[in-house]
């Protein structure tokens, strides 16, 4: 640790908020190889195909055509099927595996790199739409199942590598900006799945969706997957100041599930954001189950799910841009982000409130002979749980967003960071896993609602010491070295490496 110090200038000078003379715009030289040859259409900055925007995109495009048709079919309410038991056990089975699998996957992000990894992640998705198609002829609940806790263990995967791209790729002053342009296209896989299946269901009030719905699934997820081989890993990626991603540049098994350790031992604090992540997706289980499954006709339900997506684009780009407000000290915007989401909260939740209370039991709304009652689109009283929807659509991708700037803010290591995805998603799961197994075991949807409510609310006060006293204006490029056998020449960007070696020769 001696011999890196001694080349590593102190304070924060050397992070790339601070560090010297990168003008944007300009460019930087890079090394040779076609992933490095510059491209610049009229009116845009140049990309490379090994740059992190490059990178972004093609990771959202991904999940587009992955997770964004999943959501799209979970939005639904029950997978699209009558009997909505299906769907949460399956659920409850994927976010289980999900919640062990996704705990450790940063290690599995760091030793096989970015592209394989997020490749296998893929794979599951078409999986799991196909055993629902296959559930339309066979009501082969078992087959269902065992895809849900298939798709845990490449959903783990597929979801750290995202995670580490999103957070560690970026500049941090573009932080917010990439963040929200993924949960854009991401999301914008939700709304396209949605029309498709509003569009294939517009006459049909109830009942299951269609094969044809199913069909289509499988196939655009499939090409998701190998999309992800198109990828480069992280160490061939070259940011606009020439700097690189903080990695491993020789891991082993053995320090990648060491690393789990020392990113916990090293920043004991981030233990207090666990109560966020917890809570990040137990919303999905009252939100598709509870309000669109158990209230809605099966064309409301799909129009539903359109609007929400839509309204989580909405989210991202409102939060995403305040985020990386340049005339706003990064802390500050922190703290912001907290006591908004808090605010938020008690609003949308509220609102949530007033409507649940009215609402027949779950047992009521359980029952086939129910389903004639549901709202439908043309009903009268369909614009106000509508608009509920809407909000709760973008509330969930306000708090997605502020988490994922939050740990992007506390470093900009790809390797620390896919390790805290890796718990992100981790726990994530292992609060989704229990909320749709309380689902599969027919808690009251009133119950799911206060539980939702409550956890959500507390969890933001925990999390509080963390965004207050540990998000600082800029990232110490000295304490992310901490977590890796790389040293600054291998990282910093170019204009401050080429000061330092004009210092050297001036002896100054």
Sequence with gaps: MAEKESHVQTGSRASDADAAPYTE?????????????????????????????????????????????????????????LNSNVQANASTATYAVFAIVGFF???????????????????????????????????????????????????????????????????????????????????????????????????????TVTDG??????????????????????DKVVREDGSKIIIMKEPTWQSEFYGLYE????SPWVMLLFPMFFASNIFY?????????????????????????LAQILGALVYGGLLDLPN????????????????????IWGG????????????????????????????????????????YGFYDACWQTSIYWWMGALSNSGRKTANMAGFYKGIQSAGAAIFWALDGHKVSYRALYGATFGISAVSILIAAPVIWLRIKDTTDLEEDLKFSDETIEDVAPTALLDEKRAALETGV
């Design 105 to 207: 996957s940063g290690s599995f992000a760091n030793k096989l790199g970015i592209r394989i990894t997020l490749s296998l992640g893929g794979i599951g998705y078409s999986l799991y739409s196909a055993s629902f198609l296959c559930y339309n002829h066979t009501k082969n609940e078992g087959f269902v199942i065992f895809a849900g806790a298939f798709l845990g263990l490449c959903a783990g995967l597929l979801w750290t590598a995202q995670g580490a791209i999103m957070m560690a790729y970026p500049m941090e002053k573009s932080k917010g900006r990439y963040i929200s342009s993924f949960w854009i296209i991401f999301n914008a896989g939700g709304v396209i799945g949605a029309l498709i299946v509003l569009a294939q269901n517009i006459h049909n009030t109830t009942g």
């Design 352 to 391: 949530g409130y007033a409507f649940e209370k009215n609402q027949p039991p779950r047992e009521v709304t359980s029952d086939p002979n129910y389903e004639q009652f549901k709202i439908d689109y043309t009903s009268p009283n369909y614009l106000g749980p509508a608009f509920l929807y809407i909000f």
């Design 263 to 266: 990113c916990i031992r090293l």
């Design 328 to 347: 706003i000290r990064r802390s500050v915007r922190a703290k912001g982000a907290l006591i908004s989401l808090f605010v938020l909260t008690f609003v």
């Design 25 to 81: 715009g300009v460019t930087v030289a890079r090394p040779e190889g076609w992933i490095y040859k510059g491209f610049k259409a009229p009116g845009f900055k140049e990309i490379w195909y090994a740059s992190p925007k490059a990178q972004l995109l093609m990771v959202s495009f991904v999940c587009f055509l992955c997770p964004g048709l999943y959501n799209a079919l979970g939005g639904l309410g029950g997978g699209g099927q």
């Design 285 to 309: 289980t009252y939100q598709q189950n509870g309000v669109n499954g158990a209230h809605f006709n099966l064309r409301a339900r799909s129009l539903n799910s359109l609007l929400y997506w």
């Design 213 to 234: 719905t199913y069909a289509a699934f499988i196939v655009l997820m499939a090409i998701g997957a190998i999309l992800a081989l198109f990828l480069v890993n992280a």
